[in-house]
């Protein structure tokens, strides 16, 4: 139990800190396509983001359909790595409880792949997650389209507000 507890201290002080970082280095917009300006979401009430932050970051790593791993250019030359959990949307999970399951998370993944192909986004309406260990927000790819809604009308993904998650099976 000792040995647990501090890496679970330490992880989740390094997912605040990230956070924290993000913010207090970038709140200055980035320019973008106008259509994308327009559909962002407000970060959550009682959020301590501005919701004018925007910040460019590199695409690393597709880990599912709603979760993406980013080098994020917070300052000048200072980089963080972080995993992204894009807000407002749920899709199937890749350790699924089924096979239907399990066909729409590698069709769900595919589909955010083909997205971000250019490695280029923007991150913004950052918080952190129920969890502690990833960034919450909302991506945007470098052509402009807010990539949580791409998912929705694709059907790739559905709206999550938080709280229990239904099953895909």
């Known amino acids: 139990m000792s040995v647990v507890m501090p890496f679970t201290v330490c992880s989740s002080a390094i997912a605040g800190l990230a956070v924290a970082v993000l913010v207090a280095f970038n709140t200055s917009p980035v320019p973008l396509v106008e259509p994308a300006l327009e559909a962002l979401s407000a970060p959550p009430a009682g959020s301590f983001i501005p919701p004018q932050a925007v910040i460019p970051v590199d695409v690393v790593r597709i880990i599912d359909g709603d979760t993406v791993e980013v080098r994020a250019h917070v300052w000048l030359d200072q980089l963080i790595v972080t995993r992204v959990r894009l807000r407002s949307i749920d899709a199937p999970e890749m350790r699924a409880s089924c096979p239907e399951e399990a066909r729409k998370a590698v069709a769900s993944q595919e589909a955010l792949v083909a997205l ?37 009308a694709t059907g790739h993904a559905r709206p999550y507000a938080g709280g229990r998650r239904q099953g895909w099976c």
Request: charged letters at 25%.
């Open 116 to 152: 971000l192909k250019s490695g280029k986004a923007y991150l913004t309406a950052l918080g952190r997650d129920k969890y502690g260990g990833r960034v919450l927000g909302d991506l945007i790819t470098g052509d402009g389209r807010l990539v949580s809604q791409s998912l929705l």
